[in-house]
């Protein structure tokens, strides 16, 4: 890839919207799941493997599991994405319900 072509795959990358969304985390292994929302869909598996692998999430039930039964245990759902259409000052109170509504649905904890 020369120069020019790594500017402009950085300035497509740049132009990128962040989807939200709300997602479920998977243990086969327990049934347990784990949903949560966030601002950044495409990102936040990512972020949570990174996290159980370092031994550092915040929620000590799902790190346990992650422990006991390993990564390949594990699996990532994106359940709901926020519709860009709504206002954006919407969002943050969308996605606080929407994550409601499918711990609810799929007896859930948070992540």
């Not at 890839?1 to 985390?25: I, L, N, P, S, T």
């Not at 992650?66 to 000052?89: Q, R, V």
């Amino acid at each position: 890839m020369d120069r020019a072509q790594k500017r402009a795959a950085a300035a497509a990358y740049k132009e990128q919207k962040a989807q939200a969304g709300v997602f479920a985390v998977r243990c086969a292994a327990s049934g347990e799941v784990w949903v949560g929302a966030t601002p950044t869909l495409a990102t936040i598996k990512t972020r949570l493997w990174f996290v159980f692998k370092q031994g550092a999430s915040t929620r000590p039930d799902a790190q346990a599991a992650w422990n006991e039964h390993g990564e390949e245990s594990f699996s990532f759902e994106s359940l709901e994405a926020y519709d860009e259409e709504t206002a954006t000052l919407m969002q943050r109170e969308w996605l606080k319900d929407r994550a409601a509504h499918w711990r609810a649905e799929l007896s859930a904890k948070l992540i």
